[in-house]
């Protein structure tokens, strides 16, 4: 539902439709091409994740993420559109409220993310706001 590259990294996150009265199953995948994931979220043995979502509305574009929490860390995939700058998606990692890093897609991103994709995948609404 979301993938690009940044620099030497595949960035994709993964799903598994809705079913029943569940939510759809997202996986993270970050790496790069050829070798084994840098990061698998979730990974083995980590019980049901929780993804949330949002979407926010700006003066000149708006955009959509999909957020989860692996402590200490909030990462967040993103996908916005500014009017003057157009898309810009990626992945960014934040802890304890402060911005760590940011990895910029390189090219546009084959995304999904927006209101009517979390509502079809019954992702819950996030708690947070979020700004690339």
Not at 62 to 91: C, D, I, M, N
Not at 117 to 131: E, I, Q, T
Request: aromatic fraction near 10%; proline fraction near 8%.
């Amino acid at each position: 539902m979301f993938a690009c590259r940044s620099g030497q990294k595949h960035i994709a996150l993964c799903e598994r439709p809705a079913s029943g009265e569940g939510s759809a199953a997202l996986q993270y995948r970050i790496g790069r091409p050829g070798a084994l994931p840098e990061m698998v979220y979730p990974g083995p043995g980590e019980g049901s994740p929780v993804f949330s979502a949002g979407t926010v509305t700006l003066a000149g574009g708006g955009g959509a993420w999909v957020e989860f929490t692996r402590p200490p860390y909030r990462y967040v995939v993103f996908s916005f559109w500014l009017q003057g700058k157009g898309e810009t998606a990626g992945v960014a990692v934040e802890q304890g409220g402060k911005r760590l890093a940011t990895l910029r897609c390189d090219a546009a991103a084959r995304s999904e993310l927006g209101a009517d994709y979390f509502g079809a995948a019954r992702l819950p609404a996030s708690n947070g706001d979020f700004l690339p």
